[in-house]
């Protein structure tokens, strides 16, 4: 089977956008791949680490902002938005203890539901294999699970025979 953010890539992929987000742009794989598929890429961490080692990754792409900046702050550099991933947890090979936080991440996941234009989709990969990342997933679950139907398609792709899997859930606002 596909891993959880082969699947996201390849749900993408099907589509272009004018303006796509990654809430958590780490080493910025998923930046990379959003900018084959945007007019216009804006990518969020808190680690400076994070934008040197993205900045390497995007030598030749000049249709990306890097903005060193907590992703619950989105609506101060985004108007709206065509598709969103939050790859959430630590930078791998990074600091394990600078990971994302259930808080700011639902805050985060709040802000980026108010700018995402209808018909679109935000894409959230969630890890349980860690304390803060099963605090983090309780709260998200909690949180999408009692957004209106009427208003918004929310869907889980999970393995439902390993406990401790990571899972991607997607958030449609309808049109
Ligand atoms: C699993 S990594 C993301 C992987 C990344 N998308 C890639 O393609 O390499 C999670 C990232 O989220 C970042 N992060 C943690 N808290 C954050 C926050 N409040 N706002 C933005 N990024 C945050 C971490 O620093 C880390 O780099």
Do not use: W
């Amino acid at each position: 089977m596909e891993s959880m953010i082969e699947f996201v890539h390849r749900r993408i992929e099907k589509n272009n956008y004018n303006i796509a987000v990654d809430f958590t742009m780490g080493n910025g794989y998923d930046t990379l791949f959003l900018s084959g598929l945007a007019n216009k890429v804006y990518s969020f961490d808190i680690q400076k680490q994070a934008l040197i080692n993205t900045k390497e990754r995007l030598k030749d792409v000049n249709n990306v902002e890097l903005i060193l900046d907590s992703h619950e702050h989105v609506d101060k550099y985004v108007d709206s938005i065509d598709v969103g991933i939050f790859n959430f947890g630590y930078l791998p090979n990074g600091d394990h203890s600078i990971t994302t936080k259930a808080d700011s991440s639902l805050e985060a996941i709040k802000k980026g539901i108010e700018l995402l234009n209808p018909g679109c989709i935000l894409y959230l990969v969630v890890y349980v294999g860690h304390d803060e990342g099963k605090r983090e997933s309780v709260i998200i679950d909690e949180y999408v699970s009692k957004l209106d139907f009427k208003l918004f398609n929310v869907g889980m792709f999970k393995m439902i025979n390993k406990e401790l899997a990571p899972y991607v859930i997607m958030i449609e606002k309808r049109k």
